[in-house]
């Protein structure tokens, strides 16, 4: 069974920083392209980074790039999401999920930690 299970989340100032993690089990990780998607109350799902399933290639939105930065523990089965500078707007639930390809769908989505950034 595949369990993807995000923490890290909380309640952090503007200009602040999070590191999420996500532990995932139940598939093959290092075989597996990753993403972070978030979710801001009464808005749809915006993806807010992805990675390769080796770890060397990395994209992100425009609304993102230049604070936040994935990465990969391939022997530790872990995906991360280090958010720097982070502004009112980012307050969203944060989910990590698989997807086949970069671009592709989602195929399974953990159950999410919550980001809010207020002052």
């Known amino acids: 069974e595949v369990q993807l299970v995000e923490s890290g989340g909380g309640l952090v100032q503007p200009g602040g920083s999070l590191r999420l993690s996500c532990a995932a089990s139940?598939?093959?990780?290092?075989?597996?392209?990753m993403t972070w998607v978030r979710q801001a109350p009464g808005k749809g799902f915006e993806w807010v980074s992805r990675?390769?399933?080796?770890?060397?290639?990395?994209a992100y939105p425009a609304s993102v790039k230049g604070r936040f930065a994935v990465s990969r523990d391939n022997y530790k089965n872990t995906l991360y999401l280090q958010l720097n500078s982070l502004k009112t707007e980012d307050t969203a639930m944060y989910y990590c999920?698989?997807?086949?390809?970069?671009?592709?769908?989602?195929?399974?989505r953990g159950q999410g930690t919550q980001v809010t950034v207020s002052s």
């Open positions: 999920a698989t997807i086949p390809f970069f671009g592709g769908p989602l195929t399974h």
């Open positions: 139940g598939f093959t990780f290092d075989r597996s392209y």
């Open positions: 990675i390769s399933d080796d770890g060397t290639s990395t």
